[in-house]
């Protein structure tokens, strides 16, 4: 097998993957609350509430119903995750890749499923709504952004999380680059983005990428459609994806691109990726988990 190019000097790649439809192929709000049984209750209450106020009623639900909390961790294990997603992850990050998930999910769901499939450890970085077991064994999900306190004024995106806010905030800090042989801290000027997304609130992070960075839309999907329908407003690359091995092929085409000075002819063959095993991390429930290397 060829060996994979070392990063250019001084570049840091940062891929940002969205989790619902995106990591998995399946909404993880969707799987627990029909595997469950409580889909009667959701179609009930679905026309009175927002999203995030409604999954955590959704959760008291499931606890008055006798759903522990270790239920619901069983049958998120219990869903499929796509090898070559998994794949990707994993060698994205032996590459040196920064990688971290934004998603409108729930820290308690995206842990779970993460370190079940043993790559928790690849990602730095975890923004997305709150979770945590309450002294009842209820769990609990809380909003990202506090719009009664502190609303985002972002008129693209739900009131609980302005995916474009979180990524301008990446965006100002640097970044590290993990090779084999060193962690390099990386300025925010040279760093580049691939986001990775399928829905409409993975529209306006893509909207703040500039030029040098990517966008991998799923096809025939919200974010996918806007893309098409407002290229002009664009500065990124577009790249679609319509499966777990086009956004493994598609991701370390890019990743291979960036990180190969223009000078050389990059050896990396991608579909002969030797998987790195991630480290093992211990997370708590912050709105921004940072999982160290």
Request: one cysteine or more; a negative charge.
């Amino acid at each position: 097998m060829a060996s994979a190019p070392a990063p250019a000097p001084g570049v840091a790649v940062v891929v940002v993957f969205d989790f619902d439809r995106t990591i998995i192929d399946w909404d993880s709000d969707d799987w627990v609350i029909t595997k469950l049984g409580a889909a009667d209750a959701f179609q009930r209450l679905r026309p009175t509430m927002r999203w995030n106020p409604l999954m955590d009623r959704m959760m008291a639900e499931l606890h008055a119903r006798g759903k522990t909390a270790e239920d619901i961790r069983d049958c998120l294990r219990s869903a499929p995750l796509d090898a070559h997603v998994i794949s990707a992850i994993k060698t994205a990050s032996s590459l040196g890749c920064d990688l971290k998930v934004v998603s409108d999910a729930n820290t308690f769901f995206i842990e779970t499923v993460l370190a079940h499939h043993s790559v928790l450890g690849c990602f730095s970085e975890i923004s997305t709504n709150p979770a945590s077991v309450d002294a009842d064994g209820r769990l609990r999900i809380s909003p990202f952004h506090d719009s009664s306190s502190a609303p985002h004024g972002c008129s693209l995106c739900p009131e609980n999380m302005c995916k474009g806010k979180i990524i301008e905030k990446i965006q100002d800090r640097s970044s590290v680059c993990h090779t084999d042989q060193c962690a390099t801290l990386i300025s925010a000027k040279n760093q580049h983005f691939i986001y990775i997304g399928d829905g409409k609130g993975d529209y306006c992070p893509s909207l703040k990428l500039g030029e040098g960075d990517y966008v991998m839309p799923k096809e025939n999907y919200p974010l996918w459609k806007l893309t098409c329908s407002n290229k002009n407003l664009l500065k990124a690359e577009v790249h679609p994806w319509n499966s777990g091995e086009e956004l493994e092929k598609t991701l370390l085409k890019l990743v291979s691109k960036i990180i190969t000075p223009p000078a050389q002819v990059s050896p990396f063959d991608c579909s002969k990726c030797e998987m790195s095993k991630p480290a093992s991390t211990e997370v708590g429930h912050n709105q921004a988990l940072h999982v160290p290397h």
